[in-house]
């Protein structure tokens, strides 16, 4: 990974999706690992801004942020059942991870070598076990695109079909592509045009909505330019490409 300076956020969060919708979210990060694989740099620093966002538009009590030893698989996957529990069926549930990515899954703080690692199928669960009927998940991690298996190497890079849940799945890379940041300031280019386009960055239509096609779009061309090319986010899911994420006014 590289690292980017975060821009300030100019806009003011109302709500997502409904007016009587509650946002719920589990954020890790992970910069301090077992001694099995190496240290990273700008991973808790881009999930503290993640909570900062969400802490603007929910309740305390609705978000939990893990960062480094507290990352555990076994906290991860114990603070998804408690705080996604939680969420009514018209609610909002998140998980965000950064922090390395292999094929097939997330590594948390004890990742052993790869042998405990947060197994993509995992994280499926804990959503699926979830009332809510809107879901987001959300990783700046390497390889991250694997989660949807080979489908995220194909030229069409965003797929969408209504389903009876509304789950997005934006992930940072395809799953043969590594994610960066950048040299001089802590924080992941996807992380980083994330928050910019759900701040409002993204609404390309001036509708004081942010759509799922709106914020894949915008974070997609600005990762590719940031990286020359060499990272591309990908989104997948059960969803209408015109879903509402959040609205905002300036």
């Given at each position: 990974m590289k690292?980017?300076?975060l821009l300030f956020l100019t806009f003011?969060?109302?709500?997502?999706?409904?007016?009587?919708?509650?946002?719920?979210?589990v954020i890790v990060g992970v910069e301090i690992y077992d001694g099995t694989v190496n240290n990273l740099s700008a991973s808790v620093d881009d999930a503290e801004r993640v909570y900062k966002f969400f802490s603007n538009i929910t309740k305390s009590e609705n978000l939990v942020i893990l960062k480094d030893k507290q990352a555990t698989k076994e906290n991860?996957?114990?603070?998804?059942?408690?705080?996604?529990?939680?969420?009514?069926?018209?609610?909002?549930?998140?998980?965000?991870?950064s922090g390395h990515g292999a094929p097939g899954l997330f590594c948390p703080h004890n990742i052993n070598g790869g042998a405990s690692g947060l197994r993509h199928s995992e994280i499926r669960a804990a959503f699926k076990k979830s009332k809510a009927k809107t879901k987001l998940c959300l990783a700046d991690a390497c390889y991250s695109g694997s989660i949807v298996g080979s489908k995220?190497?194909?030229?069409?890079?965003?797929?969408?079909?209504?389903?009876?849940?509304?789950?997005?799945?934006?992930?940072?890379?395809?799953?043969?592509e590594t994610s960066l940041e950048s040299v001089n300031q802590v924080t992941g280019y996807f992380t980083k045009h994330l928050l910019?386009?759900?701040?409002?960055?993204?609404?390309?239509?001036?509708?004081?909505?942010?759509?799922?096609?709106?914020l894949y779009a915008y974070v997609r061309r600005n990762v590719k330019n940031d990286s020359q090319g060499g990272q591309t986010p990908v989104m997948f899911g059960n969803f209408d490409q015109y879903l509402p994420i959040l609205k905002y006014k300036k």
């Open positions: 690292k980017i300076l003011t969060i109302v709500f997502v999706s409904k007016l009587n919708a509650d946002v719920y979210a991860i996957l114990y603070e998804m059942d408690k705080i996604f529990s939680k969420a009514k069926e018209d609610d909002l549930v998140i998980f965000y991870y995220s190497n194909t030229s069409t890079t965003h797929v969408t079909s209504p389903g009876a849940d509304n789950v997005i799945i934006f992930m940072s890379s395809r799953d043969s910019l386009g759900l701040s409002g960055r993204a609404d390309t239509n001036s509708d004081g909505v942010v759509n799922a096609y709106e």
